[in-house]
């Protein structure tokens, strides 16, 4: 591997999880102990590859400069965004002085605190030669409907079908070009269409299954058993 490209984390956690229905961020909810975003950052941090971690926070946010965590030498806080990809966007701004266009960023949800440190390695070793990088995915095993208004309307082919996860892995200046281009396009979802949308051809990367995202109150006991089970 080049020894001189460097590995940036990007975390957009400007986020306020109406879905969780609870008083406060969902990753900033207890989970085994910790906070959720106290476990997605270690986990980064064990993976011991990045020159530094950007976390986007909203800035009338009252829960993070509480944490111990936030004063990590290897992260760094950046302003968070309305959309998550001007949260991502911040993020790879704030390390603008730093990164190279070449080098490689690893953006990650903030709520998904189950991600191993192998998944990290298979991504980064999978995708390091490649000239666009791609995302950590799913395939599906489920039957897929296409709906309207409640009725059905077809069946998708689920062999063409898989969930995207985080990280999602790009080179530093394709990446903050193709946000900065598509800035409000609200197709946007995630960074990989932000890619698509410039004609990249993202790659994929089978992921683990326990790489799960706290989107609903449920989904706490799920994270709590799959950290408990890793």
């Not at 990249?200 to 706290?214: A, C, H, L, S, W």
Request: charge should be negative; proline fraction near 5%.
């Amino acid at each position: 591997m080049n020894q001189t490209i460097n590995f940036w984390a990007v975390v957009p956690a400007a986020g306020v999880g109406k879905r969780m229905n609870a008083d406060r961020p969902k990753q900033y909810l207890e989970l085994a102990g910790k906070t959720v975003i106290e476990h997605t950052l270690s986990r980064l941090l064990q993976a011991n590859i990045f020159s530094a971690i950007a976390v986007a926070i909203s800035e009338e946010d009252p829960y993070w400069p509480e944490l111990d965590i936030a004063k990590n030498d290897l992260i760094i806080t950046a302003p968070g965004g309305k959309e998550r990809a001007d949260s991502v966007l911040s993020g790879l701004k704030s390390i603008r002085e730093k990164a190279k266009d070449d080098d490689w960023v690893l953006v990650h949800d903030a709520a998904r605190p189950c991600l191993t440190v192998i998944d990290i390695r298979l991504l980064i070793d999978t995708l390091v030669n490649d000239d666009v990088g791609g995302i950590l995915a799913l395939s599906s095993h489920d039957t897929l409907k296409n709906v309207q208004d409640n009725a059905i309307i077809g069946t998708l082919d689920r062999r063409t079908i898989w969930r995207a996860l985080t990280p999602q892995m790009f080179r530093y200046g394709m990446l903050k070009s193709a946000l900065e281009e598509t800035a409000g396009d609200p197709r946007i979802t995630d960074e990989a269409s932000a890619l698509e949308i410039q004609g990249y051809t993202p790659k994929i990367v089978e992921g683990r299954p326990d790489n799960i995202k706290i989107t609903r109150p449920e989904d706490l006991a799920l994270a709590q058993f799959y950290l408990e089970q890793q």
